[in-house]
């Protein structure tokens, strides 16, 4: 224990020095934030922007299995994403540092997140038989998809 003086003042957090990973754990755990705008859309991956301020933008998305984002960056915003229920893969795409295309698949379920930066090349679906869930912070920038393809031998090209 620890004696706090009465003249102390409770200083609310900055969210410019959270992690954009803590941000989307803690608005993927509160699920009432957001339980109201949750859709599927048969047709495309469903999004809806559930807060934003100066600093980020967080955006709700569901994933029917089958739906992708194709391969994109997001200009230059940074930020996060997690997945808050089943299972999605994110494919990235680079150029290695000697010029060849280089493609890293990561497998992600429930819990586990992914940061992204500007320039982050990177495509994201739902391969698996459930509906997926997942809570996506965009900081310093609005969310933009920059549209890629994939050269084999260079790497991914912007369209």
Known sequence: MFAVPDNTLVIPENPALRHPVRVAL?????????????RYDPDERF????DADQLQEIWLMSWL?????????HEFAAGAFTVVSGKL???VARRASDGRAVT????????QSRVFGPGY???VRNDGPDPAVSVHVYRHQP????PYHLDPISGPIRD
């Open 121 to 123: 090349v990177h495509e």
């Open 65 to 73: 299995p089958g739906q992708q984002a194709d391969l994109h960056d």
């Open 47 to 50: 999004s809806a922007l559930v």
């Open 89 to 91: 893969s994110e494919t």
């Open 26 to 38: 803690e608005f993927a755990a509160d699920r009432d934030r957001w339980r109201h705008l949750l």
């Open 143 to 146: 969310r933009a998809m920059r």
């Open 104 to 111: 890293e698949l990561h497998s992600l379920s429930e819990g």
